[in-house]
């Protein structure tokens, strides 16, 4: 019965992701069509160069011939639905092609390369700044649900009013403003010194680059994430079990750690989960003000540089990471809640 | 539940009369910006240089005098002059106005903008006469007021030769290191004598007297009202840009956009979503069963870097914009209508209704939908701040409507020209905290609202 489910939601997942690598490509169509058969014609004037021992005649012919057993192999020569069909199939299956423009920092123009290069770095910034909001964000929204209405709890409110209209990167401009010329504090951008110091004083650099953009995510994440968390704590604590607990004499430090805490734990984990997997896209303005080469700033230089294949890639595995936290959160929940996979519609 | 009942609960929720007043204030100024503002004509010209040249090139705001030592001229027009006719016995006209300058600053202002209205061909004397009794001639030349010529003599551009002139009358020696191209003619114009006028002139403070002669010669010339523009060191409520454009002028226009852009995409979405949600849920079959999945499409896309490939390749205007966030956003409130309205359509008034022989657009319009309306407005609220901080995202990468002034526009140029390297806090500083305090207004109405109307608490 659960493994029913659990195929099921993976199987629609799954099918989900084929809808949206085929949107992609439908909607990037001309253009890849375009960049394929610039990069063809590149390689085989590469190829026709290397030929010596043929005369014009002869080299004209193996040119053609070349060209045209390429276009059959990329299926160009397709009418447009089996050229958009193909290209979903080979996005699907992860292999990405050549980058138009863009290059590894090594000089590798292979798109899984360049987008592997820039997937860590996303990581490092965004998804520690999901780990740090959250907890800080439990801490204080655990805070704030001890005295609802209170001082904090009204201050934090107000900050989740504030930053919910807050774009992020004004914030960083301002953070780069104040900290990098205004008092210079931190590094205005960039992932390391140049020339980076070796060793461990290298680490340390890194570091002291990542602080600014890290810090400033988390001053704005923060408080709605700590309102979220308050919301949540309190309705548990209206629940009968906390009168219950409560009832028996046990105390409230126990009672909010222990029930309130525990029973909220399912769906703080379920916006942490998200926040995970969706970090992994980044944020492209955050990045590209900060100068920090993660997914965001890839994808940005992409969309300018008009690099077809490098953007759909970028997308791609957005998309899947989405999509993936969605499915495994799915998944999970049939196997700790059993109404949900009895339910039938959503 | 009527409008007086609404209001009584509504003017208990104090975050709601905030954001009401905050509301009411921003449409006011949105209706009346282009009286407020000192640059009327702004929302045409944003991107035009010459409406903005008078300006001083990123100036801070006039208030910042209040908080350092050396206080710099403000910027201002000098519209009342002292103005004396006579008439040669030549028949030539000459005409005089006096322009009163009181200057009492530790700056001088960067420039003095003289403008003369009028037509033909009129010689104009320019002098100044300054509070220590000396007097400098600043200008002397025949100028075609009509044919579309500038008419307009800035002291900084053209006043160069005439302020080496003012050194020389006492001191030939400091005149003779001065080079035209390198000096400030307001600066040593506005300098006591002799004390330096060559490296750090010291600003001679009182009355400035500024005096135009225009030679009417002929009767079919004539001489308007001139002004004089004082483009200072300090400017305005917000300061000027690196265009410099008048930030405060700038802020005014934007909330237009921003009320256009958060309220037009926020009821279309949200009428959208919820006609969507009730049709979905009621009808249901195939119509549930494409909706539903074209919602799970558009919820798991990427919105910003979708949002930002298509503006990319459309280069959208603003409306196509709000067009392409509204098929975005439309999701929003989809889910819990549909929801809603699962639970609606088995409620007892709705089958006696289909006893009674309506149809089911009836129901869905009579019964089903304005149960519904409350939540909408809520939702509607709530969805506005996204909704603007989406459109300056797209802006501030470049990608926005460029003919429009709003926030995320104002914001782009700040990032591109260099505001945020060199300090120019008072560009950057002001669109971030209007767009915060937006989202905030429509924050604090949407809760106040969803509080009131919640229609869980209404159904019964």
């Given at each position: 019965m659960y493994l029913k489910f659990a195929l099921r939601r993976i199987g629609y997942g799954i099918l989900m992701y084929v809808a949206m690598i085929f949107i992609f490509s439908t909607l990037f169509n001309s253009v890849a069509d375009r960049t394929a058969r610039a990069q063809i014609d590149e390689e085989v004037a590469q190829e026709a160069g290397r030929l010596k021992n043929l005369d014009e005649e002869q080299l004209k012919a193996a040119v053609a011939a070349r060209r045209e057993s390429k276009l059959r192999q990329y299926h160009l020569e397709d009418p447009l639905p089996g050229r958009i069909f193909w290209r979903s199939v080979r996005t699907l299956s992860f292999d990405f092609g050549n980058s138009t423009i863009m290059k590894a920092?090594?000089?590798?123009?292979a798109v899984i390369r360049i987008v592997l290069e820039a997937l860590p770095r996303t990581v490092v910034l965004f998804t520690s700044e999901v780990v740090i909001v959250t907890v800080l964000g439990v801490v204080l929204g655990l805070y704030a649900a001890r005295k609802p209405n209170g001082f904090f709890d009204r201050a934090n409110s107000a900050m989740t009013m504030i930053t919910n209209g807050l774009p992020a990167w004004w914030l960083a401009m301002l953070a780069i403003m104040a900290?990098?010329?205004?008092?210079?504090?931190?590094?205005?951008?960039?992932?390391?010194?140049?020339?980076a110091p070796a060793g461990p004083a290298g680490l340390f650099d890194y570091l002291w680059h990542l602080s600014l953009p890290l810090l400033t995510l988390v001053a704005l994440g923060t408080w709605s994430m700590a309102y979220l968390v308050r919301n949540i704590v309190l309705s548990n604590l209206q629940e009968d079990f906390v009168m219950a607990a409560r009832a028996r004499g046990i105390r409230e430090r126990k009672v909010l750690f222990g029930h309130a805490l525990r029973s909220s734990m399912p769906a703080i984990m379920t916006i942490a989960i998200l926040g995970l997997f969706g970090s992994i896209a980044g944020n492209i303005i955050v990045e590209g003000i900060f100068g920090w080469p993660g997914i965001g700033n890839l994808y940005f230089i992409a969309v300018q540089q008009n690099d077809v294949p490098v953007l759909m890639a970028t997308l791609a595995i957005e998309t899947l990471f989405n999509m993936a936290g969605f499915v495994i959160l799915d998944v999970v929940y049939g196997l700790l809640d059993p109404r949900i996979k009895a339910g039938g519609r959503a | 539940m009527s409008a007086g009942e609404f209001w009584d609960d509504f003017s208990k929720s104090k975050t709601g009369l905030v954001g009401l007043g905050l509301m009411l204030a921003f449409v006011l100024l949105g209706a009346s910006g282009e009286l407020l503002v000192?640059?009327?004509?702004a929302s045409r010209h944003?991107?035009?240089?010459d409406y903005w040249r008078d300006n001083p090139l990123a100036a801070p705001p006039a208030w910042t005098n209040a908080f350092v030592a050396r206080k710099g001229a403000p910027s201002s027009i000098l519209t009342r002059f002292k103005a004396e006719k006579e008439t040669r016995d030549d028949g030539v006209g000459i005409e005089t106005f006096a322009f009163d300058y009181p200057f009492a600053y530790d700056r001088p202002p960067r420039d003095l903008i003289v403008r003369v209205p009028g037509s033909g061909r009129v010689p104009l004397v320019i002098w100044l006469e300054r509070p220590d009794g000396l007097s400098a001639e600043l200008y002397r030349d025949q100028v075609d007021l009509s044919g579309g010529g500038e008419n307009r003599v800035s002291v900084t551009r053209d006043c160069a030769r005439a302020a080496i002139e003012f050194v020389r009358s006492r001191d030939e020696a400091i005149a003779d290191t001065m080079n035209a191209d390198l000096i400030k003619p307001v600066a040593v114009l506005f300098a006591?004598?002799?004390?330096?006028?060559?490296?750090?002139p010291t600003p001679l403070k009182g009355v400035y007297e500024i005096k135009i002669r225009a030679l009417i010669v002929s009767s079919d010339f004539s001489v308007g009202r001139p002004s004089i523009i004082v483009s200072g060191q300090v400017s305005g409520i917000m300061g000027t840009d690196a265009?410099?454009?008048?930030v405060f002028t700038g802020i005014v226009l934007g909330i237009r956009w921003a009320l256009v852009i958060g309220i037009l995409s926020s009821s279309v979405t949200v009428v959208a979503g919820v006609l969507l949600g009730i049709v979905a849920a009621y009808f249901g079959g195939v119509l549930d069963w494409l909706l539903t999945r074209l919602y799970e499409l558009i919820y798991f896309l990427p919105v910003l870097p979708f949002l930002i490939v298509i503006s990319a390749i459309f280069k959208p205007s603003i409306w196509v914009l709000i067009a392409i966030i509204c098929a975005f956003f439309w999701t929003g409130s989809f889910k819990t209508v549909y929801g809603m309205t699962l639970q609606i359509r088995e409620e007892s008034f709705v089958e006696a209704s289909r006893a009674l022989g309506s149809g089911p657009w009836r129901i869905v319009l009579r019964h089903i939908a304005p149960m519904l309306l409350p939540y909408s407005f809520a939702s509607m609220a709530l969805s506005v701040p996204a909704i603007i901080v989406y459109e300056a995202s797209v802006s501030l990468i470049g990608l926005g409507d460029a003919t429009i002034v709003s926030w995320g526009q104002i914001l782009e140029s700040a990032l591109t020209q260099g505001a945020v390297i060199n300090g120019l806090w008072w560009w950057v500083i002001p669109p971030g905290l209007m767009i915060a305090l937006m989202g905030m207004s429509f924050a604090f109405l949407g809760t106040a609202l969803d509080k009131i109307l919640h229609p869980k608490l209404k159904t019964r």
């Amino acid at each position: 019965m659960y493994l029913k489910f659990a195929l099921r939601r993976i199987g629609y997942g799954i099918l989900m992701y084929v809808a949206m690598i085929f949107i992609f490509s439908t909607l990037f169509n001309s253009v890849a069509d375009r960049t394929a058969r610039a990069q063809i014609d590149e390689e085989v004037a590469q190829e026709a160069g290397r030929l010596k021992n043929l005369d014009e005649e002869q080299l004209k012919a193996a040119v053609a011939a070349r060209r045209e057993s390429k276009l059959r192999q990329y299926h160009l020569e397709d009418p447009l639905p089996g050229r958009i069909f193909w290209r979903s199939v080979r996005t699907l299956s992860f292999d990405f092609g050549n980058s138009t423009i863009m290059k590894a920092s090594d000089g590798d123009r292979a798109v899984i390369r360049i987008v592997l290069e820039a997937l860590p770095r996303t990581v490092v910034l965004f998804t520690s700044e999901v780990v740090i909001v959250t907890v800080l964000g439990v801490v204080l929204g655990l805070y704030a649900a001890r005295k609802p209405n209170g001082f904090f709890d009204r201050a934090n409110s107000a900050m989740t009013m504030i930053t919910n209209g807050l774009p992020a990167w004004w914030l960083a401009m301002l953070a780069i403003m104040a900290l990098s010329y205004g008092i210079p504090v931190f590094p205005s951008g960039g992932l390391r010194s140049n020339p980076a110091p070796a060793g461990p004083a290298g680490l340390f650099d890194y570091l002291w680059h990542l602080s600014l953009p890290l810090l400033t995510l988390v001053a704005l994440g923060t408080w709605s994430m700590a309102y979220l968390v308050r919301n949540i704590v309190l309705s548990n604590l209206q629940e009968d079990f906390v009168m219950a607990a409560r009832a028996r004499g046990i105390r409230e430090r126990k009672v909010l750690f222990g029930h309130a805490l525990r029973s909220s734990m399912p769906a703080i984990m379920t916006i942490a989960i998200l926040g995970l997997f969706g970090s992994i896209a980044g944020n492209i303005i955050v990045e590209g003000i900060f100068g920090w080469p993660g997914i965001g700033n890839l994808y940005f230089i992409a969309v300018q540089q008009n690099d077809v294949p490098v953007l759909m890639a970028t997308l791609a595995i957005e998309t899947l990471f989405n999509m993936a936290g969605f499915v495994i959160l799915d998944v999970v929940y049939g196997l700790l809640d059993p109404r949900i996979k009895a339910g039938g519609r959503a | 539940m009527s409008a007086g009942e609404f209001w009584d609960d509504f003017s208990k929720s104090k975050t709601g009369l905030v954001g009401l007043g905050l509301m009411l204030a921003f449409v006011l100024l949105g209706a009346s910006g282009e009286l407020l503002v000192p640059f009327p004509g702004a929302s045409r010209h944003w991107r035009d240089i010459d409406y903005w040249r008078d300006n001083p090139l990123a100036a801070p705001p006039a208030w910042t005098n209040a908080f350092v030592a050396r206080k710099g001229a403000p910027s201002s027009i000098l519209t009342r002059f002292k103005a004396e006719k006579e008439t040669r016995d030549d028949g030539v006209g000459i005409e005089t106005f006096a322009f009163d300058y009181p200057f009492a600053y530790d700056r001088p202002p960067r420039d003095l903008i003289v403008r003369v209205p009028g037509s033909g061909r009129v010689p104009l004397v320019i002098w100044l006469e300054r509070p220590d009794g000396l007097s400098a001639e600043l200008y002397r030349d025949q100028v075609d007021l009509s044919g579309g010529g500038e008419n307009r003599v800035s002291v900084t551009r053209d006043c160069a030769r005439a302020a080496i002139e003012f050194v020389r009358s006492r001191d030939e020696a400091i005149a003779d290191t001065m080079n035209a191209d390198l000096i400030k003619p307001v600066a040593v114009l506005f300098a006591k004598a002799g004390s330096g006028n060559l490296d750090a002139p010291t600003p001679l403070k009182g009355v400035y007297e500024i005096k135009i002669r225009a030679l009417i010669v002929s009767s079919d010339f004539s001489v308007g009202r001139p002004s004089i523009i004082v483009s200072g060191q300090v400017s305005g409520i917000m300061g000027t840009d690196a265009a410099k454009r008048d930030v405060f002028t700038g802020i005014v226009l934007g909330i237009r956009w921003a009320l256009v852009i958060g309220i037009l995409s926020s009821s279309v979405t949200v009428v959208a979503g919820v006609l969507l949600g009730i049709v979905a849920a009621y009808f249901g079959g195939v119509l549930d069963w494409l909706l539903t999945r074209l919602y799970e499409l558009i919820y798991f896309l990427p919105v910003l870097p979708f949002l930002i490939v298509i503006s990319a390749i459309f280069k959208p205007s603003i409306w196509v914009l709000i067009a392409i966030i509204c098929a975005f956003f439309w999701t929003g409130s989809f889910k819990t209508v549909y929801g809603m309205t699962l639970q609606i359509r088995e409620e007892s008034f709705v089958e006696a209704s289909r006893a009674l022989g309506s149809g089911p657009w009836r129901i869905v319009l009579r019964h089903i939908a304005p149960m519904l309306l409350p939540y909408s407005f809520a939702s509607m609220a709530l969805s506005v701040p996204a909704i603007i901080v989406y459109e300056a995202s797209v802006s501030l990468i470049g990608l926005g409507d460029a003919t429009i002034v709003s926030w995320g526009q104002i914001l782009e140029s700040a990032l591109t020209q260099g505001a945020v390297i060199n300090g120019l806090w008072w560009w950057v500083i002001p669109p971030g905290l209007m767009i915060a305090l937006m989202g905030m207004s429509f924050a604090f109405l949407g809760t106040a609202l969803d509080k009131i109307l919640h229609p869980k608490l209404k159904t019964r």
